[in-house]
């Protein structure tokens, strides 16, 4: 009951005015997007953001799913969901949740919880609680880098990450001209995107994971995409949910990997139809299964554009041992 007032009071009211105070960008057409703490941010995000980082309480047993967006964060999410409750949801029944939701709907994006008001929500969810977000490390509620949270990073190849996105943005507005991909590709390369610089947030979780291998795993699409299994069981152990030999022995990594597949989850009728998402920025449950391809880039870059970005990034990582 304590809390009521302040419950009452959508965080997009709550925060209006303090997010009309961050410098804006309208390059991006309607999306707008402001600069916090030195990243791009969607102005219709920023409200659940900001709450996020006001209110969050963290449990030590939360599993927290970070990407910038566009690099493989529908996967992870169906690929740890189906690890983490494999002893709830019968990987082989036909009921399983992910062949009757979207894998956004198995793992909620916490900034949106948010900015639907719906704080509560999160309380209410049976531990270990399996969470995402798109927003970069620097940007996360203080407490979470005290807390026992393990967090899950993936990226991709800025190149695929950059033609994914903006496939994306012409099918959350359709109605609207779409930018073209010359000066969309242009403000990635000034690193003006949203939840970026892309650079900088691979860099925070990166940095992050060197510094705490326990508590980030960082992982790459592309590495993913060549060893699912490999890769799988990585994730599960450090989760703490390892393949028994048992498990092993049925196949049961193989049959999340199947049950996870872009071809069988892009066929599910609950990824075939609808639309999720802001109000003002819906979008349809397909367009997160556009083609799952690395290297779609070659399709929309030109040579010197793929090195162009290429070089910027290999300048922006050095040091680091990061790299694409
Ligand atoms: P989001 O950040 O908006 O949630 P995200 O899932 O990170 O999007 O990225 C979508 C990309 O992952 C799409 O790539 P594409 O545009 O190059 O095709 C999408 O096709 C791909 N994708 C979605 N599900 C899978 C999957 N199960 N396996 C491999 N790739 C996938």
Known sequence: MANTVEEEILPRERYQKLISSFPLFEGWG?????????????????????????????????????????SGTTWLKALTFATVTRKHHELSSRNHPLLRLHPHDCVPLV???YWRGQASELENLAAPRILSVHAAYQLLPECL???????????????????SGW???????????????????????????????????????WMESLRRPSKI????????????????????????????????????????????????????EGNKEGDRGYKELAIKNSSFFRKGKVGDWKNHLTAEMAQRLDGIFTEKLSGSGLSF
């Open 30 to 70: 309607p999306l707008r997007i402001r600069s916090y703490l030195g990243f791009w941010y969607p102005e219709v995000h920023l409200a659940g953001l900001l709450a996020f980082r006001d209110q969050f309480k963290p449990r030590d047993t939360d599993i927290i799913l970070c990407s910038p967006p566009k």
């Open 145 to 163: 880098s005290s807390s026992h949270c393990k967090f899950v990073y993936i990226c991709r190849d800025p190149k695929d990450t950059v033609v």
């Open 217 to 268: 795993l960082f992982l790459k699409y592309e590495e993913v995409m060549q060893d699912t299994g490999k890769h799988l069981r990585k994730l599960a152990e450090f989760l703490g949910y390892p393949f028994t030999k048992e498990e092993e022995g049925a196949g049961v990594a193989e049959e999340i990997v199947r049950l996870c597949s872009f071809e069988k989850l892009k066929e599910v």
């Open 111 to 113: 900034d949106e919880v």
């Open 167 to 205: 496939h994306y943005l012409k099918e959350m507005m359709p109605e609207t001209e779409p930018v073209p991909f010359t000066r969309a590709f242009e403000m990635h390369c000034e690193g003006i995107s949203s939840f970026g610089p892309l650079w900088d947030h691979q860099l925070g979780y």
